[in-house]
């Protein structure tokens, strides 16, 4: 059974940072995408970091680039959002998703696998 645990969200202020984690077990990497998606109340899902397993390539919305980083570390099984000068409107839940095969297509379906996700809060 395939499970993907978030970990590392949290309150800061405008500006802070935080990591992210999303430790993947029952699974086994492959050449193909896992992503970071977002969903602040009220709106969809959305796209926010994607990784190509096989080669390392990434993908970030244009809200997040040169903020956010995304890499993995394939002999834990995890992949991390590192997030830099955080906004008030990145305020989301975060969930990390696996198994897709169309990296950067920000599609929430393409994606086969979801953790349960974990809560940024950024105070202005």
């Known amino acids: 059974q395939v499970q993907l645990v978030e970990s590392g969200g949290g309150s800061v202020q405008a500006g802070g940072s935080l990591r992210l984690s999303c430790a993947a077990s029952?699974?086994?990497?492959?050449?193909?995408?896992m992503g970071w998606f977002r969903q602040a109340p009220g709106k969809e899902r959305e796209g926010v970091a994607e990784i190509y397993t096989g080669g390392g390539s990434t993908y970030y919305a244009d809200s997040v680039k040169g903020r956010f980083t995304i890499s993995q570390d394939n002999a834990k099984n995890t992949v991390y959002l590192q997030m830099n000068s955080l906004k008030p409107e990145d305020t989301a839940m975060y969930y990390c998703?696996?198994?897709?095969?169309?990296?950067?297509?920000?599609?929430?379906?393409?994606?086969?696998?979801w953790g349960q996700g974990t809560q940024v809060t950024v105070s202005s």
């Open positions: 998703a696996a198994d897709s095969e169309l990296c950067g297509s920000w599609s929430v379906y393409e994606y086969n696998y």
């Open positions: 029952g699974y086994t990497y492959s050449s193909n995408c």
